[in-house]
């Protein structure tokens, strides 16, 4: 069972630590480590945390919202609900553990909750440890299980696409576009978007993150569509632009530079390249036909349980690129006052070289 | 200018506290002194801060992503981007404008960044202040103007209620009937949802937080909608339980007791009383019925430009309501194995009593 030896692995890591104990909050290493799949609406309502002792089985806490589903996903945990709160029950429960020294999630925790911990720790002579990224590190080599999902999730996304597309006509808006999808996600069975969908049309393309509006998509303009979907816990995440209508000769240049971008870049990934190479590589391109100042993003980021993770794909990145890691190619032109295009797939990073979980290339070379 | 003055009364309370400035990270907290309105889509991808000094104007600090919204919607504040993110932009900034004394929310501060922050300010010589819920004390007395902003997306929220539970057949699951609530709620003119819409049937009613599934409603059972919408802002949340087909005799007696608890508890609210009285007087009800067990969460809580705020209706919150205050009064009867039924209004606190949002009853009283 995956999730046992993951926890297993962090056992391992706290006892060479000399760590005690370790508490998860960030909602994706708690599914990670545990198979628990409630998200938290915002940070400061939780919806639970795994207590990871070194030398001890896990434990799951939570309240009583969320007994049944716990019950019901994690039956292999002991489940404890803090109906005082979690600061009240560690109280209790980390002295009966024979824990002196508790790491916390640094990136997912308040400063105010770390307060909080840091006087009730000082009552019982616990040490506090902020980690950073513990769990994270372990999530950015995927399994072939894992990328097994991620391909039903990006393959699933294209189904999306192309029903959603084939409906698609003048008069419609980037909401009601925008709505479809959505909506077409979750009956074929997506639990949920993974970001807000961009359906973006016209000047409004030339906006990166564009928010969906009540605005009628233009005939013979640039038409963009940034869309994933979340299955089995897992993200996709992919961008189509294109012309409803016809495309004049701008849109051509613009649309077949974008795309030589991108296969300079996918001809570079495997493992031991560094991102920013790999950035480098579709950036080149732009620069060198005139466009560099209108490519004004990274290149790419990892996706997997989150749909934003390690590693980026950006000149900031000197870190090598390893095998199993999986990420997003999405070079892009934005003219302000024109529109603009973007192209994104998701590859994973093997050993020479990569491959493209995306099938329906249809829409990328015209 | 409502911002204008709510950024003053910021000010003065900065400069009674000795504090050199405030940085405003909160979204709702944002909006409400600035009109900037992005969200952010977890509390690690920041679209922005407010820095207010007490002498000086304020600015909006934020990066190239949400420049021309920025621009946009708080054109009466200097804006500056931070290429090289928040904490250099930060460590530049803050001696120029003579700030050695700086407060921050920690109840929307990660730890890790709390962290970074201190390690800049200590080598600026600068003094970290954690604050909490200082804007938010601000947020909840409402002026008429927003009560006024809040009375329409209850309307709104009626309406699109109406609207949808017109066209519900058998055979539509849940997720098919919440897809439509969420479709029509953004067709009619709403931002967005305010949270997850909960479409529950039979059984599954009895679980206060369901998530929609595809599940297909069931005849001669409980139905529970709970749904919220953003407009300009503010956030609506209302409860409705109702029987597709024929009410038994047990369906009508548990619907007719939440319904004479709430009533109870709209009876109590006035400026002055606790929320734990107001609490009381709805939980007495359903306890003396012999249900008590079955009401397991508080009756109410707060609710402007965030959906749950301050105050609580609990028996924990012994603090007296004030005029102009905005709750929901929501009881509910969960029982397993049956199903639940929670009915949930909107009211203003006013110095005599309270004045319910909600126009359409027809579905309270049966």
Known sequence: MAHSKRIESVQALLRRKKIDALLVSQPQNRRYLSGYTPIDHNIGESSGVLLIPARRPPLLLTDFRFQIQAENEVSDLEIMLYPKGLIALLHELLPDLAISCLAFESQYTLHSVAAQMQAMADTIGLTLLPVNGLIE???????????????????????????????????????????SLEASMRKLGAESPSFETIVATGRRSALPHAIPGPVAIEANQPLMIDMGLLLDGYCSDMTRTFVPGTRNSKYIEIHRLVRKAQQAATNTIRAGISGAAVDKAARSII???????????????????????????????????????????EPGIYLPDWGGVRLENMAVVREDGCEILNQDTTWLDI
């Open 137 to 179: 590190e372990m999530r950015l080599i995927k399994s072939e299980d894992e990328i097994d999902k991620i391909r039903r999730s990006v393959l699933l996304n294209e189904q999306v696409f192309q029903q959603i597309y084939e409906t698609i006509v003048l008069g419609q808006t980037e909401i009601d576009i925008a709505l």
């Open 287 to 329: 620069s060198d036909a005139g466009y560099g100042d209108y490519f004004g993003h990274a290149l790419g980021h990892g996706v997997g349980l989150a749909v934003h993770e390690e590693p980026r794909l950006s000149s900031r990145n000197r870190k090598h690129l390893r095998a199993g890691m999986i990420v997003t190619i």
